[in-house]
């Protein structure tokens, strides 16, 4: 008999599976809804750019599946989803919390909004319940920019962690990743590890964010200010149209407020609010750790930013650290932040935390499709500067909410 025509029995009578004679074999999953996928172990990189070791934890984990694969519609990405749903989990929380999925066919906020909805379980913090202080547009039914002024983000933070109402995982998503040079690439780093860094420097401002907490104060206009990463205005923050209403919703959350006062008690417009927020934890327990892994919960770093662009609420111009006037002061930080006993937070320490995270920060440098899905807990990121011409770095976000945004044990009011 020739050898082709053993090849061939072999085959028909399935002692060799088809795939034997791929060009490049991988395993094959056949999912419930009858698709060939393949294999989650195939689609694990351990080469990735981005990626680093912690210790024995390398960090982000990397999915990407083999060029072979037939990974060619939203369909199979559904589907992959689905069907390694409990690996994609395991794979989040033994990576640090960061999870990146690169090559897969995601090309669109359509194609994006599909893929995060096969997550299920996962409820939508939409733009429009969200407390983000970021100027957004809402583009599918779960999708939304990640931030319309160009001066957001750029410091390491949990999502909106400075409010009543966070979301448990953010994902995003690269439809066009900046030009060469251009920079936009987007920083991770562990909150656990930045928290046990702290702790080993600074113990005495550990031990009062976690005793005292911390209480955020916004200064916002009534309408919004794209030059600004925190420019959103306070009827879009708190989704109501009259001061009325707005004053009804901070009175059921615990927030204090004042119209016409600016940072330092500057006089402003009547129209333009000045509000401070319940007291709210700084350090939280990661879920799902039995009381293990402390992350530094908050948006005390970020701070060094945000107050600085609401030193000039009601002017044109957001955050750039190349310039002077951009430099954070004490008398800055009191203005937006306080630990919860009223005592000022440290500005130095601040800094010191900031040079903390990006000596063990981790750099997403985006390819288009990429998506990174991340615990909010777990991991704080940031935005790297970008400074490309408009339009030619276009990333997406959508947020899981949390349904037990507490703090110190008690339910807090979001409306």
């Given at each position: 008999?020739?050898?082709?025509?053993?090849?061939?029995?072999?085959?028909?009578?399935?002692?060799?599976p088809?795939?034997?004679?791929?060009p490049?074999?991988?395993?094959?999953?056949?999912?419930?809804?009858?698709?060939?996928?393949?294999?989650?172990?195939?689609?694990?990189?351990?080469?990735?750019?981005?990626?680093?070791?912690?210790?024995?934890?390398?960090?982000?984990?990397?999915?990407?599946?083999?060029?072979?694969?037939?990974?060619?519609?939203?369909?199979?990405?559904?589907?992959?989803?689905?069907e390694?749903?409990?690996?994609?989990?395991?794979?989040?929380?033994?990576?640090?919390?960061?999870?990146?999925?690169?090559?897969?066919?995601?090309?669109?906020?359509?194609?994006?909004?599909?893929?995060?909805?096969?997550?299920?379980?996962?409820?939508?913090?939409?733009?429009?319940?969200?407390?983000?202080?970021?100027?957004?547009?809402?583009?599918?039914?779960?999708?939304?920019?990640?931030?319309?002024?160009k001066?957001?983000?750029?410091?390491?933070?949990?999502?909106?962690?400075?409010?009543?109402?966070?979301?448990?995982?953010?994902?995003?998503?690269?439809?066009?990743?900046?030009?060469?040079?251009?920079?936009?690439?987007?920083?991770?780093?562990?909150?656990?590890?930045?928290?046990?860094?702290l702790?080993?420097?600074?113990?005495?401002?550990?031990?009062?964010c976690?005793?005292?907490g911390?209480?955020?104060?916004?200064?916002?206009?009534?309408?919004?200010?794209?030059?600004?990463?925190?420019?959103?205005?306070?009827?879009?923050?708190?989704?109501?149209?009259?001061?009325?209403?707005?004053?009804?919703?901070?009175?059921?959350?615990?927030?204090?407020?004042?119209?016409?006062?600016?940072?330092?008690?500057?006089?402003?417009?009547?129209?333009?609010?000045?509000?401070?927020?319940?007291?709210?934890?700084?350090?939280?327990?990661?879920?799902?750790?039995?009381?293990?892994?402390?992350?530094?919960?908050?948006?005390?770093?970020?701070?060094?930013?945000?107050?600085?662009?609401?030193?000039?609420?009601?002017?044109?111009?957001?955050?750039?650290?190349?310039?002077?006037?951009?430099?954070?002061?004490?008398?800055?930080?009191?203005?937006?932040?306080?630990?919860g006993?009223?005592?000022?937070?440290?500005?130095?320490?601040?800094?010191?935390?900031?040079?903390?995270?990006?000596?063990?920060?981790?750099?997403?440098?985006?390819?288009?499709?990429?998506?990174?899905?991340?615990?909010?807990?777990?991991?704080?990121?940031?935005?790297?500067?970008?400074?490309?011409?408009?339009?030619t770095?276009?990333?997406?976000?959508?947020?899981?909410?949390?349904?037990?945004?507490?703090?110190?044990?008690?339910?807090?009011?979001?409306?």
């Open positions: 008999i020739s050898a082709t025509a053993l090849l061939l029995t072999n085959l028909f009578t399935g002692a060799y088809l795939y034997f004679f791929l490049y074999h991988y395993d094959i999953t056949t999912s419930k809804m009858g698709l060939n996928l393949p294999s989650f172990e195939s689609c694990i990189v351990t080469n990735a750019p981005e990626q680093r070791l912690f210790g024995d934890v390398q960090v982000p984990c990397v999915l990407s599946p083999p060029a072979t694969s037939g990974m060619t519609t939203t369909e199979h990405v559904s589907q992959f989803v689905k390694y749903r409990s690996k994609i989990d395991q794979a989040l929380e033994e990576h640090g919390g960061a999870v990146l999925f690169r090559g897969f066919p995601l090309g669109s906020p359509e194609d994006f909004n599909t893929f995060v909805q096969a997550f299920d379980g996962w409820k939508d913090l939409s733009y429009d319940r969200s407390m983000s202080f970021a100027v957004r547009k809402r583009l599918t039914d779960r999708i939304c920019t990640t931030n319309e002024g001066s957001g983000g750029l410091v390491f933070h949990h999502e909106q962690a400075q409010t009543p109402l966070w979301p448990s995982h953010v994902f995003f998503c690269c439809l066009l990743p900046a030009l060469p040079g251009d920079g936009g690439g987007t920083g991770l780093v562990s909150s656990a590890l930045v928290y046990e860094k702790l080993e420097k600074h113990p005495e401002f550990c031990q009062k976690e005793t005292h911390v209480r955020y104060t916004v200064y916002a206009g009534p309408e919004q200010d794209t030059s600004k990463g925190a420019g959103r205005s306070w009827r879009s923050f708190f989704h109501v149209n009259t001061k009325e209403e707005c004053e009804r919703k901070m009175e059921a959350g615990g927030w204090t407020w004042a119209w016409g006062v600016g940072p330092g008690g500057a006089e402003l417009d009547a129209d333009f609010l000045k509000c401070t927020t319940p007291k709210l934890e700084a350090v939280k327990v990661a879920p799902g750790f039995a009381g293990t892994k402390k992350c530094f919960f908050n948006q005390l770093i970020a701070t060094t930013a945000n107050a600085v662009e609401f030193s000039n609420v009601g002017k044109t111009g957001g955050y750039d650290p190349s310039k002077s006037e951009c430099v954070p002061t004490q008398e800055g930080i009191d203005q937006c932040v306080r630990f006993n009223g005592d000022p937070v440290p500005l130095e320490v601040l800094l010191d935390a900031k040079q903390i995270c990006e000596e063990n920060a981790v750099d997403v440098m985006w390819q288009k499709g990429d998506v990174a899905l991340v615990s909010n807990y777990l991991m704080m990121h940031a935005r790297r500067p970008w400074n490309g011409p408009e339009g770095r276009k990333l997406l976000a959508s947020l899981v909410e949390e349904e037990n945004c507490t703090s110190f044990g008690e339910k807090l009011v979001a409306l």
